[in-house]
């Protein structure tokens, strides 16, 4: 108050409509007038100011000067950007929901034929593994699916003991029906004393199953 306002506000390029503003409201070719700007300060600071100027009369109509009211507007940027990354979610989370129920109507189809299949299939016999395979591919799309149901409230992971060898293991028999796969030798050896870890079973197994994927 009382200090010529380029000792807090330096005239420089970043800062021209502001000053232009406050000058042409001296001048007494200005009038009441809000508008924001982002304005640099003496030490360097950008600052997103609202700013309201209302110019000074006597009471012949001569100018006297302006009164400069300020808000800084950086937490109502910062509620503006939140805002509109929740309105992102939930516009990705309806699209997600959509496509989960596009590929779960077919997915039902192909288990109960699976399982048609199994029953058709003497125990003891190779085709029967497949169908169990089936399944259980079945179950990991059921819970991607899931988990695109709930993009905006993700479900907590599940963390538990895991043997990582036989995982490894299954893993590798799904591979292996796929077709780009089946004719590429795999041998498998696994460390007998290998430590169990803690971790989400079905996330263990995707990672595990896109670094096959990327080695065959």
């Given amino acids: 108050v009382g200090h010529p306002i380029r000792r807090t506000v330096p005239d420089e390029p970043t ?11 001296l001048s007494g070719a200005g009038r009441a007038s809000s508008a924001e700007a982002v304005v640099r300060t003496r030490d360097g600071r950008s600052v997103q100011l ?13 100018p006297m000067g302006v009164v400069v009211t300020f808000k800084d507007l950086a937490e109502r940027r910062r509620a503006e950007q939140l ?17 989960a129920h596009e590929i779960r109507n077919p ?10 299949l199994r029953e058709a299939t003497p125990a003891g016999s190779p085709h029967r593994t497949c169908c169990d395979n089936i399944q259980e591919s079945i179950e990991r799309i ?21 043997d990582i060898n036989p995982l490894v293991h299954r893993t590798l028999e799904f591979a292996r029906y796929e077709r ?9 050896e696994y460390a007998p004393d290998l430590p169990r870890v803690v971790g989400d079973l079905d996330r263990l197994q995707q990672v595990v199953l896109n670094i096959v994927r990327n080695a065959y």
């Fill in 15 to 25: 800062n021209s409509a502001f000053l232009g503003s406050v000058g042409q409201a």
């Fill in 142 to 162: 059921n819970f991607i699916c899931q988990e695109l149901l709930t993009v905006g409230n993700p479900v907590p992971r599940s963390l538990a003991s895991v």
């Fill in 107 to 116: 997915l039902a189809a192909i288990s109960g034929l699976s399982d048609i």
């Fill in 50 to 62: 609202g700013y309201t100027i209302t110019p000074l009369h006597t009471g012949a109509r001569q």
């Fill in 180 to 188: 780009e796969n089946q004719r590429v030798p795999v041998r498998e």
């Fill in 83 to 99: 805002m509109q990354r929740a309105e992102n979610l939930a516009a990705i989370g309806t699209m997600a929901s959509q496509i």
